[in-house]
């Protein structure tokens, strides 16, 4: 920092005679599109001049109001140097338009612009509000760099809105057109004060923050570990597009955003949305993505990975999106008091999606529903693999009212002996003219069914037309019972199948009559469905007859 503050001071000094000299710069020099001027300046070096607030009458005492400093630096047009110091904004910023923006600090926690009115808004900006055409396009950028916006208010509007016409950005595809580095968003104490959102970005083609801090206001006035306490700013960053125009190439790295309902969201995003090393460790929801509309772009392309999130809702949503990647996260359970059901990752209309290589915990001490890893509501072409779960109801569950392409699912859970299906499929696959096989591969499927032993030794299983099916099982004595194995394979097609699985290892009782013990069975099944006929699968089987004697078994299996 200290070398950044030299450097600009002795642009200052070479290139100012005096605060004078800054105070009315030429109009062709302010609005960026005088001849000569650049507009593509790098920071510090914008026509080789800079402003500072107390050229225009800034104390930087936290008490002196320095709206009007601010403004006229703003309006300046030069890049603009903030020195360490409170800076208190009593009024509001005018809105800066159509010139570049950029905003240098000696750090967030040194050089802090405080806002003290009701319900203002922080810093606004808006570019290329008017349609231009390709030949006079005017590509202005918008930098904010180690300074911090701070509020003395209780949901004190949005610390930074952005937006850019949306003709323009369509014809700066490679252009970063806002960058946000090292910047901080907080109330000036973050339990009682705080911003309704931290960075609004509107119609933007690269916009990059990285190395952020983003925090909400923590209610104290609601009890301890009450559920709304913690989520009270609406969005820590928000990208979002108008019209038919995509969003592309997010990137937020590094960043850190706490108490918000929605950590990071876009909507109606495009291609190109990259997440990496972020802690998000008190959200509702801490990754929403919604491109809303099924047309548009094809490949979002998107990635989040190495990004720790601890969420009461979802840590991960995304929905009408492909090429998906959520590879080495830290993915938790937010501990609160509400009920309702809560998933790691939920994937809403998605093709193309790898999950792997995530630790997934639940929190099951503070919810009357339940806990799921992955989530799957028309999951298409995708793979689930590598995954560690913990203390989950269900680590992983796929529901869909479409046909189902290819979804690969192999997986192990923490402990392994826990109870309960590992994976919970159920839906229809639909009939499809444009039908290609097969539709359904899942591996490692477990139904777990419970019940008391009789002498019954067989299995029924009914078949459906063009279903390729493929079942072994595990039995497990419990209440001192033995473990026994019992194996059975059908590949069959249609009709009705009797089949007995017999155990390798008899079954022996040890704590007194047969008709005490309670054994359990584990069915691994694989179906596969090459044809175009109609499947509906359900792949949690609690309540079905279980009845064993001391060397086969029998189960009912609702498929």
Avoid at 10 to 17: C, D, H, K, S, V
Avoid at 86 to 104: C, N, Q, T, W
Wanted: glycine letters at 10%; one cysteine or more.
């Amino acid at each position: 920092m200290s070398t950044r503050r030299g450097v600009l001071a002795g642009i200052a000094a070479g290139a100012l005679a005096g605060a004078g000299a800054i105070a009315a710069p030429s109009a062709a020099h302010a609005n960026g599109r005088g001849q000569g001027a650049d507009p593509k300046c790098t920071p510090g070096a914008c026509s080789g001049v800079h402003v500072t607030p107390d050229m225009f009458g800034a104390v930087p005492d936290g008490a002196t109001d320095c709206t009007d400093a601010f403004n006229q630096a703003l309006a300046s047009g030069y890049t603009l140097y903030v020195p360490a110091g409170d800076y208190l904004i009593a009024g509001a910023l005018d809105e800066v338009k159509d010139r570049h923006l950029i905003i240098l600090g000696d750090g967030p926690g040194a050089s802090r612009i405080i806002f003290s009115a009701a319900s203002a808004a922080g810093l606004r900006v808006t570019q290329h509000t008017t349609p231009v055409t390709i030949d006079t396009a005017l590509y202005y950028r918008t930098q904010l760099s180690d300074v911090g916006f701070y509020t003395t208010r209780q949901e004190n509007g949005i610390a930074v809105d952005i937006a850019y016409s949306q003709k323009v950005v369509e014809f700066a595809r490679n252009e970063m057109l806002v960058s946000v580095d090292n910047v901080h968003i907080a109330g000036v104490n973050p339990r009682t004060t705080g911003w309704s959102g931290g960075i609004r970005i509107m119609d933007v083609n690269h916009p990059r923050i990285e190395n952020c801090h983003i925090v909400g206001r923590q209610d104290s006035s609601q009890p301890a570990r009450a559920y709304a306490q913690f989520f009270i700013m609406d969005f820590g960053v928000y990208v979002g597009v108008t019209g038919d125009i995509e969003l592309n190439y997010l990137r937020v790295v590094g960043t850190r955003i706490k108490n918000v309902i929605r950590g990071i969201q876009c909507v109606g995003a495009g291609e190109g949305i990259v997440v990496i090393d972020c802690a998000i460790p008190v959200a509702d929801y801490g990754i929403h993505l919604n491109k809303e509309v099924a047309s548009g772009a094809t490949d979002p392309q998107v990635m989040i990975s190495s990004t720790h999130i601890n969420a009461a809702s979802r840590c991960i949503y995304i929905k009408r999106m492909h090429e998906i990647q959520i590879t080495g996260n830290l993915l938790y359970s937010f501990p609160h008091v509400d009920t309702g059901s809560w998933a790691a990752f939920e994937a809403d209309t998605v093709i193309q999606a790898t999950v792997t290589g995530n630790i997934i915990e639940g929190f099951p001490g503070n919810r009357e529903d339940r806990i799921v890893g992955i989530l799957g509501t028309d999951l298409r072409q995708s793979t689930v693999s590598g995954n560690r779960y913990i203390k989950m109801d269900v680590p992983v569950e796929l529901t869909t009212d479409r046909s189902v392409d290819n979804v690969i699912v192999d997986e192990f859970r923490s402990p392994p002996a826990a109870v309960g299906p590992m994976v919970v499929y159920s839906g229809t696959a639909s009939e499809s003219a444009n039908y290609s096989g097969p539709k359904l591969a899942m591996n490692a499927q477990q139904v777990v069914v419970t019940g008391e032993p009789t002498d019954v030794v067989s299995v029924s299983q009914t078949l459906a037309a063009g279903i390729v099916y493929q079942l072994s099982a595990v039995l497990h004595g419990v209440k001192g019972a033995e473990a026994g194995t019992v194996a059975a394979s059908l590949v069959k097609t249609s009709g009705t199948a009797e089949i007995e699985f017999r155990s390798v290892a008899t079954v022996v009782n040890t704590v007194g009559p047969l008709a005490e013990s309670t054994v359990s069975i584990i069915t691994h099944v694989t179906a596969t469905k090459p044809g175009p006929a109609g499947l509906t699968l359900q792949a949690s089987s609690a309540g079905s007859d279980l009845s064993v004697d001391s060397g086969s078994a029998s189960l009912a299996l609702a498929m």
